[in-house]
């Protein structure tokens, strides 16, 4: 979820003129400007660009699209003063976040198995698993968690990993738990992965001052 306050994106005159507005007619305004900021931010993440129009820096490897499938789920709420862009996907929301303004994760053992586990639960529309990469898990010691009254954890077959796991899913993996073996040899039980900052979503100011000298001129 992302927030945004509608006067800090015009001037203190303007915010005068604001509050000359009833709620009503406030929300009808930042309706409209986070209608307009949600339909950038799909072009946006489309393009794989930021709301400046440079694009974003390139995955360490390989060339597929990064955070292709966050537009789907993306929707905005206003009230008369803050608008809300959030997604119906709690972990959606928390990747959008995380993206925009490059924050750091923490990783540690625990952490890497769960978010494995979400993995495999996720839509697969990337396609199965390879044989190498379940190899390269098994060899890694890929564990899941299993039971619903007494939790346990397995190592799963080639077979179960490939038909639960995308070739996406499957990669992230891989790298969390290399990353977990290099720090185990280092004598870490936690590990900081930096995500570079991809941002997508941002408030056009001139969009808001063009919205709000419409609403003003508004009848009634």
């Known amino acids: 979820m992302i927030h945004f306050d509608l006067k800090g994106a015009v001037s203190v005159a303007d915010r005068l003129k604001l509050a000359m507005l009833p709620p009503d007619r406030r929300r009808r305004l930042l309706n ?5 900021a949600v339909d950038d931010a799909k072009a946006n993440l489309k393009a ?3 709301p400046d129009g ?3 820096p390139k995955r360490k490897k390989g060339r597929k699209k990064m955070l292709g499938k966050l537009g789907k789920s993306l929707v905005s709420h206003a009230n008369a003063d803050e608008g809300t862009a959030e997604w119906k996907n709690k972990l959606a929301g928390q990747t959008a976040f995380k993206h925009q303004y490059g924050l ?3 990783y540690t053992k625990a952490k890497a198995r769960r978010r494995s ?4 639960e996720a839509a697969d529309q990337n396609g199965p698993a390879t044989r190498h990469q379940a190899r390269l898990l098994k060899q890694l010691g890929y564990s899941i968690t299993v039971g619903k009254r007494v939790k346990r954890t397995r190592q799963p077959g080639i077979a179960w990993i490939r038909k639960n796991l995308s070739f996406e899913q499957a990669g992230q993996t ?3 738990l290399i ?5 185990q040899r280092r004598g870490k039980s936690s590990w900081e992965i930096q995500v570079p900052a991809r941002p997508f979503l941002e408030i056009d100011k001139q969009r808001v001052l063009n919205a709000l000298a419409a609403e003003l001129n508004r009848r009634g």
Not at 32 to 36: F, H, P
């Open 179 to 183: 990353a977990e073996k290099r720090n």
């Open 117 to 120: 586990n979400s993995a495999k």
């Open 54 to 56: 440079k694009p974003w």
């Open 48 to 50: 794989q660009r930021g």
């Open 32 to 36: 409209t400007v986070m209608r307009q």
């Open 104 to 106: 750091p994760e923490i």
């Open 174 to 176: 891989l790298k969390m």
